[in-house]
């Protein structure tokens, strides 16, 4: 193939392949619908035509370079971009007719920008220049957008083929289908679907004539990233093939420790489908072997020497999820046996522990029948003895390789003989090194029992196998596998790699493996950032990246048409938040936090959590450089009792501690399934972002279709370092990273919380005798001298937060658990240093107060929401379009005549039906059979080549579609069938449904219904902050306080709620509504005419407390 340019009358580049064209065109964003969402969408018209109608249109050369492969299109900077194959060589054949290439070039045009034809680019990216003026200009040279991109693609680790699907097995796949339809690929293994996107919707709406062009001709091309090579031997006299094809999954695809465990989509990071092959003449062998991360949450800090493993999801909100994961691998391979090779010391012990608990819990999983678990202690088994003492394994996993069995082939029958009928899920902790030496001794063992079922090798060769060539070439083989896949996730070889590839273990081999991991160590802190940037943007998981879209009336006209009719398939929700912050000053001991989790009892039942805590730890040089992680742990349990005392159960969805700072995210169980993509992050400031005893902790994630983000901080102590904190805050802004490259900003509600020691510029005596004074306004008075409120008023910092009016005191500092301010030496001034603000349209704040527990030296604060969520009904939304596509063809059946898009346009020629032919470069396989090579030719061949020289065996006889089953066979008797295994192998999909109702109810029994405490006579006024209304902003424009003073009452959605009672407080509510209404954000606000809360004679009784009223409850 090449590329073509027209410059006139307007920009087009053309993909030329052996009879067809493929024209693509930028069309600009005013040609699309009417629809607001038109501007910012990259589009691209494209168009399907015989070569010979470009004879007369002024194309010329685009590249000298002959492209390979097409694949996809994507925008970078408001540009669009071709991306082709520039350069490949071929490095796997795993049967006649079958080839791989490895991809060592890639070239990017642009569709509407000629600034970059025609130009070479240096190693950075950056132009060459090709005269004395061009030096000259050279400052002004920008670097080519899609560099970082050509980098990637070229680094060696991408794999494509001309001839058949990539993504597939042998086993599904068969020995004839030797085919590129797009219909039954494997997306999961596709690196380019992004780039594709559009492209393969486009194709799947064109009639069979054109689909069958387009996958003919060559232009639609399927990269995997992984490994693949093949190596010539002989067995014996028989001269074999032996080859491995690695697929790695991108669906969590990342650097070491970018990604680790599994995600909401129940995807594990490192996964990798591994499949040895072996041809001869006779027979066709092929056995899969899969890896990848333990499937649970967790994840490991970089900034520690030793990271240690943290998991940040409780066992109930994990387990629907890891029941997904297993079944799909069930439903595609059969049974499944999990291999853990993880150590039995703490680093390790909990993920293992969890390992087993998710597989012995799950009811869909049924411990050896579907699935089987084999715990095998790699560095314990191994330390003694040797790497090679590693084949202590066999007996623990030889009942599996008997019934799981391989695939088999009788090439000359054209007969399939055998099948693998399970898989082994082999990890350690990177699914490395670890993993990789035991993979391919369950390779060995596998394929030997192949060779002596067909009787090509006798018996006794187990006892001398290292002195036969095809051993050493699987060796071999698997070494460049383990080497090539710890390149892509940490960016060096493999450890272990000297003992795989000659089978010991040499005093170079020992330090090289050193060598290796002080590499990864600076890898892990100073490249894998970027290379995850580069990653994400190959995806289309940047922030706001789209794919570029194919211009199309019809769809133009749908997309404009769904805008307007969005109501009917998307519905609102109301969910209730509460957020809490806290500064513990490293309380330890187990205490009563009910006052502040359920300020009005059980009237008011949240569904979402988050509470920040800070100095969780004390603060000294000891602890924080060395930050006990324990006290997450201890705080998780503390909650998770205090939230489960009533019928509700709330489930931990994500715990995230940075030294001396956690946050927490409970969840009701009911509404588990609701939230996806839970992720954390995490910014230290302290000493100059050294140290984590001030910074940052967050977690975000997606309730429906709307996201959440919450931040909690402790930022720089000090009266007077107001520089410091703004610093602080904008170094955590811009400095937490989540996945696909989103920032804090990049959501629709956010969270601030903590202890962000803003305070009160009065001198101190008379902020105290203001406090004891407690005079009518009190509260506005000393908010005007409040240094956040200033802050957010003149946009310093904080810019378009908001925050509910304070009616409650100082919450710092006192002298520890009191309530009397710091009478110490240093009788700090009382300030509002624990804070909650927000922002958000959707958000309405309900409640905001502190809590009089004597446990720290700081006051809890809580605040209550209503938060607006949406729900996509994508059902409801696929049917809509139908219906407008049927609409749209029916009003323009000029347009729907055409072949079923107005993009394409295929002229029917003699050529059309036929088969494209590979290109016969220097070295192809095709002028020479392998097989029928004297030995010595064979053995000449050197097996370190990363491109297998050109040979070819002569092509199998045509097969049946349908490959019929192992009939009569008159050579060697078929393997015996496998043993029959329990009902579970066939595990209906069905119980993998998230129920985590069922699971929490056997984890743990709901504790009977609590009685309430008696009713009291009386009782003091309603504690600062509560209030019967949404609370207004302080910080809030006059339009929007008349607008959310209309939003009155606080019942609860999704919580039960008594009916409402009439109530002798209801003209003291009123009062405190028109109080709260009041903004408090200017720092020169009058106080003279602001009241303070009205103090009611007489309180209502318990039994006419409603969810409106915040009465404190605390129950038995």
Not at 631 to 645: D, P, R
Not at 682 to 706: C, D, W
Request: one cysteine or more.
């Amino acid at each position: 193939m090449f590329v073509l340019v027209q410059r006139e009358p307007q920009r087009r580049i053309a993909i030329i392949s052996k009879s067809y064209a493929l024209i693509f065109k930028a069309v600009k964003a005013d040609c699309g619908s009417p629809g607001t969402s038109g501007a910012s969408r990259p589009l691209c018209a494209i168009e399907l035509l015989p070569k010979s109608h470009l004879r007369e249109q002024n194309f010329e050369k685009l590249t000298n370079l002959e492209v390979y492969g097409f694949l996809g299109l994507i925008e970078i900077e408001n540009k669009i971009f071709i991306c082709t194959i520039t350069g490949k060589s071929k490095v796997a054949r795993p049967i006649p007719g079958e080839t791989v290439n490895k991809i060592y070039a890639v070239d990017f045009f642009c569709l509407n920008d000629d600034r970059w034809d025609f130009v070479e680019f240096d190693t950075n990216g950056y132009s060459i220049p090709t005269n004395e003026e061009d030096y000259a200009s050279q400052q002004t040279v920008t670097k080519h957008p899609c560099h970082e991109l050509k980098k990637l693609l070229s680094n060696g680790s991408f794999y494509y083929s001309s001839d058949f699907d990539l993504t597939s097995l042998l086993q599904y796949r068969g020995l004839d289908a030797h085919s590129l339809s797009f219909d039954d690929f494997q997306e999961e293994y596709m690196w380019n679907s992004f780039l594709m996107q559009e492209i393969i919707s486009f194709r799947d709406k064109l009639e069979d004539q054109a689909r069958q062009v387009l996958d003919d001709e060559g232009f639609l091309t399927t990269v995997i990233r992984g490994f693949a090579e093949t190596f010539p031997t002989y067995i014996g006299s028989l001269p074999v093939w032996v080859t491995i094809i690695s697929k790695q999954s991108w669906r969590r695809a990342g650097t070491r420790f970018n990604a680790r465990g599994i995600d909401d989509e129940a995807n594990v990071a490192n996964f990798v489908e591994t499949e040895f092959i072996m041809y001869s003449n006779d027979y066709c062998y092929a056995f899969t072997e899969i890896r990848g991360s333990v499937p649970i949450f967790w994840e490991q800090d970089t900034s520690l020497i030793n990271p240690k493993v943290q998991i940040t999801r409780s066992i109930e909100a994990t387990q629907p999820i890891f029941d997904e994961h297993f079944q799909r691998l069930v439903d595609k391979y059969g049974p499944i046996h999990v291999v853990n090779l993880l150590s039995t010391k703490y680093s390790e012990m909990e993920l293992s522990r969890r390992y087993r608990t998710h597989i012995e819990r799950s009811k869909s999983l049924k411990l050896d029948e579907n699935i089987f678990l084999t715990e095998f202690d790699f560095h314990r088994e191994t330390k003694d003895q040797g790497f090679s003492a590693a084949s202590r394994i066999r007996p623990m996993i030889e009942r599996s390789l008997l019934e799981n069995g391989y695939f088999s082939y009788d090439v000359k029958e054209n007969k399939p003989i055998s099948k693998q009928r399970g898989v082994f899920r082999v990890n350690c902790l990177d699914c490395l090194d670890r993993t990789n030496l035991i993979q391919q001794f369950i390779s060995r063992y596998a394929f030997l029992l192949f060779l002596q079922d067909f009787q090509i090798v006798k018996s006794n060769v187990v006892n001398n196998m290292e002195d036969y060539e095809w051993f050493q070439k699987h060796n071999s083989l698997w070494a460049d596998h383990g080497d090539a896949v710890s390149q892509i996730y940490t960016g060096t070889n493999a450890l272990k790699s000297s003992f795989s590839r000659k089978g010991k273990m040499s005093l170079a081999g020992a330090l090289s493996d050193a060598t290796k991991s002080v590499s990864r160590m600076y890898i892990n802190n100073f490249m894998d950032k970027g290379k995850q940037q580069n990653i994400d943007s190959l995806l289309g998981r940047l922030p706001h990246q789209q794919p570029v879209q194919l211009y199309d009336p019809i769809k133009e006209y749908v997309t404009s048409k769904l805008e307007t009719m969005a109501h009917e398939f998307t519905r609102s929700a109301k969910i209730n938040l509460l957020v809490g912050t806290f500064n513990v000053n490293g309380l330890t001991k187990k205490v009563d936090i009910t006052d502040w989790l359920f300020p009005i009892g059980n009237k008011y039942l949240p569904d979402v959590v988050v509470l920040g805590m800070q100095e969780v730890i004390e603060l000294n040089a000891g602890s924080i450089l060395n930050a006990d992680y324990s006290k997450s742990n201890f705080w998780q349990q503390l909650v998770n009792e205090c939230l489960n005392q009533y019928n509700e159960k709330y489930l931990l969805l994500r715990a995230e501690q940075m030294s001396s700072l956690l946050i927490l995210f409970f969840v009701k169980s009911t509404k588990v399934s609701h939230i996806k993509r839970v992720e954390g992050g995490s910014k230290k400031t302290g000493f100059g972002g050294i140290t984590g005893n001030k910074g940052a902790v967050a977690i975000r994630f997606e309730y429906g279709n709307t996201s959440f983000c919450f931040v909690n901080c402790h930022l720089a102590a000090g009266i007077s370092n107001i520089e410091e904190r703004r610093s602080d805050y904008e170094s955590i802004a811009k400095g937490i990273n989540f996945t696909r490259s989103k920032k804090v900003p990049h959501h629709d509600s956010i969270f601030w919380l903590g202890d962000l020691n803003y305070r009160l510029t009065l001198p101190n005596d008379e902020v105290r005798q203001i406090l004891n004074n407690k005079e009518e306004g009190y509260i506005e008075k000393l908010l005007a001298y409040d240094q956040l409120t200033q802050e957010m008023s003149t946009g310093a910092s904080f810019k378009g937060f908001m925050e509910p009016s304070i009616q409650f005191c100082p919450t710092y500092k006192y002298d520890h658990g009191t309530n009397r301010y710091d009478s110490s030496e240093k009788a700090r001034t009382p300030s509002w240093t624990d804070r909650i603000i927000y922002k958000g349209k959707n958000l309405q704040p309900m409640a905001y107060g502190d809590v009089s527990l004597c446990l720290s030296d700081h006051k809890p604060v809580y605040s209550a929401y209503k938060a607006d969520v949406n729900f996509v009904d994508e059902a409801i939304k696929m049917s809509l379009t139908k219906e407008l596509y049927l609409r749209y063809k029916e009003a323009h059946p000029e347009q729907a005549s055409n072949t079923s898009i107005a993009l394409i346009d295929v002229v029917a020629e003699s050529k059309v039906g036929r088969k494209r032919t590979m290109e016969s470069p220097i070295n192809d396989w095709s002028e020479t059979n392998l097989l029928d090579l004297e030995p010595a030719s064979v053995v000449s061949i050197p097996s370190s080549t990363s491109s297998t020289p050109g040979m070819s065996p002569q092509p199998v006889a045509q097969a049946q579609k349908h490959l019929p089953g192992p009939g009569g066979r008159n050579r060697v008797p078929p393997p015996p069938p496998p043993a029959p295994r329990g009902n579970g192998v066939t595990a209906s999909a069905a119980n993998s449904q998230r129920s985590l109702q069922t699971n929490s109810t056997q984890a743990s029994p709901a504790p009977s219904p609590k009685v309430g405490p008696p009713v009291p006579a009386r009782r003091s006024t309603l504690p600062p902050g509560f209030s019967d209304s949404i609370l207004v902003p302080k910080n809030a424009s006059s339009s929007a306080l008349s607008s959310t003073s209309t939003n009155s009452g606080m019942a609860a959605s999704n919580s039960p709620s008594p009916t409402p009672r009439p109530s002798s407080s209801a003209s003291a509510a009123g009062g405190r509504e028109a109080n709260h209404a009041s903004p408090t954000g200017s720092a020169a606000a009058s106080t003279s005419t602001k009241q303070p809360p009205a103090v009611p004679k007489k309180k209502p009784e318990l039994e006419r407390l409603t969810l409106d009223s915040w009465k404190p409850l605390t129950p038995k």
